[in-house]
């Protein structure tokens, strides 16, 4: 079956100035993304997971740099970008992230519907009450019930399984080709974390998205990718269907994030 490659990472190599130092966090790496398809970056803290897709979207810190190597979207090499300007027609338009805390990616003093309007207003071009309407029918495919009521209500009025269901309604109302999921389970208790997977899979299927998520929980990824990506020192060691990885893992690496596995 012939995939459509929607994003192509080739060589990259991510720096950092620190402290007068100058450190290499992303070695090499190289990757390709298909369209349509579930892909899981595993790898534990530290390794470069989100400093990687960071750079999809410019959202590196002011201290980092991308060094040399490509980044392919769409057939534009992004990583030669260096204007808040030209990032802005790829963040949030075409490649999304929720982050992983809930509570900070939210403002306390804006209530939940305004900050969700905001990414409608700004991306789909609507206003008013179409744009209102708009907002309720996502908060309502994120599955927060009572949404009308719900839209005029703060941060803080939400438990954290529901705040990380607004965060993501935020990512999708920006209509998005590719999805990144930064973790986004790990401040949750078990049973949200499963609502929220499944929550991701539908709308993967509605908005016929690309996903990445990035992890370090191997029941995450058993669940919900279709290719994993081992990343250990900056470098993308070994990348397969999950069940390649899980079965027949070939670096020593991956065989030692499976085996510590309560």
């Not at 980044?71 to 808040?84: F, L, P």
């Not at 509570?103 to 969700?116: A, C, D, E, H, Y």
């Not at 908060?139 to 529901?162: A, C, K």
């Not at 709308?203 to 996903?211: C, E, G, I, S």
């Amino acid at each position: 079956m012939d995939r459509k490659t929607i994003l192509s990472v080739k060589e990259l190599v991510i720096k950092f100035r620190l402290r007068g130092r100058v450190l290499t966090a992303i070695r090499e790496a190289s990757l390709e993304l298909y369209e349509g398809e579930s892909l899981a970056i595993v790898g534990e803290s530290g390794s470069g997971k989100t400093v990687l897709t960071k750079s999809f979207m410019g959202l590196l810190d002011k201290n980092g740099w991308v060094d040399s190597g490509q980044i392919i979207y769409r057939g534009k090499d992004v990583a030669k970008y260096r204007s808040e300007k030209e990032w802005l027609n790829i963040r949030g338009k075409e490649i999304a992230m929720v982050f992983q805390e809930p509570m900070t990616s939210l403002n306390p003093l804006k209530t939940i519907g305004k900050q969700v309007k905001e990414a409608v207003v700004l991306h789909q071009g609507l206003k008013g009450e179409t744009a209102k309407k708009a907002v309720i029918e996502i908060l309502n495919d994120v599955g927060i019930t009572d949404s009308e009521r719900r839209y005029h209500q703060y941060p803080h009025e939400f438990s954290g399984g529901m705040r990380q269901r607004v965060v993501i309604a935020i990512a999708v109302a920006c209509r998005p080709q590719i999805l990144i999921c930064d973790e986004p389970t790990t401040a949750l208790d078990v049973t949200i974390q499963a609502q929220i997977l499944q929550l991701l899979k539908e709308l993967k299927k509605k908005y016929h998205l690309t996903t990445i998520y990035i992890t370090h929980d191997l029941g995450v990824v058993a669940n919900v990718a279709d290719r994993v990506a081992v990343m250990y020192a900056g470098d993308i060691v070994e990348i397969g269907t999950a069940e390649e990885v899980f079965y027949n893992g070939q670096h020593p690496y991956t065989w030692a994030l499976l085996s510590s596995l309560p």
